[in-house]
Nanobody, 123 residues
Framework: VQLQASGGGLVQAGGSLRLSCTAS????????MGWFRQAPGKEREFVVN????????TYGDAVKGRFTISRDNAKSTVYLQMNSLKPEDTAVYYC?????????????????WGQGTQVTVSS
C-alpha cells in the first residue's frame, strides 16, 4: 500500500483544515487507518484511527471533540477534518495503515506510512 497525504497548510487559530490520504493498492479496505503527528523535537503522537468498516474510531485526548476521521473505501481515501485548530496542533501529519484487526495507537505497529503533510496554526 502506498499512501499520499495532502491538505495541509497555514491557518489561523480557530480555523479548520481537511486532510486527505489516498491509498494505492488493494488492501486499503482491509486496513485500519490512523493519523499521527510529529512536531519538531517531539515524538510521533497518535491523533486518531478508524477501523476498516468505519464502524469504530478512537481519538487522542488532545484532539477529541475537535477532529473527525472518516473514510471512503470506494475512493481508497481517509479524511481528517480538523476544527478549532490551536497553535499546539502545528506538526507534520502522517497517515498510516495497519493490517491487523485491532485499532492500535502505537505507531510502530503500523505497516505503511504516507509522506506527511505540514499543518501550521498561527496564533
Amino acid at each position: 500500500v502506498q499512501l499520499q497525504a495532502s491538505g495541509g497548510g497555514l491557518v489561523q487559530a480557530g480555523g479548520s483544515l481537511r486532510l486527505s490520504c489516498t491509498a494505492s493498492g488493494r488492501t486499503f479496505s482491509r486496513s485500519n487507518m490512523g493519523w499521527f503527528r510529529q512536531a519538531p523535537g517531539k515524538e510521533r503522537e497518535f491523533v486518531v484511527n478508524i477501523d476498516r468498516d468505519a464502524g469504530s474510531t478512537t481519538y487522542g485526548d488532545a484532539v477529541k471533540g475537535r477532529f473527525t476521521i472518516s473514510r471512503d473505501n470506494a475512493k481508497s481515501t481517509v479524511y481528517l477534518q480538523m476544527n478549532s485548530l490551536k497553535p499546539e496542533d502545528t506538526a507534520v501529519y502522517y497517515c498510516a495503515a495497519d493490517e491487523s484487526p485491532w485499532l492500535r495507537r502505537n505507531p510502530q505497529l503500523y505497516n505503511y506510512w504516507g509522506q506527511g503533510t505540514q499543518v501550521t496554526v498561527s496564533s
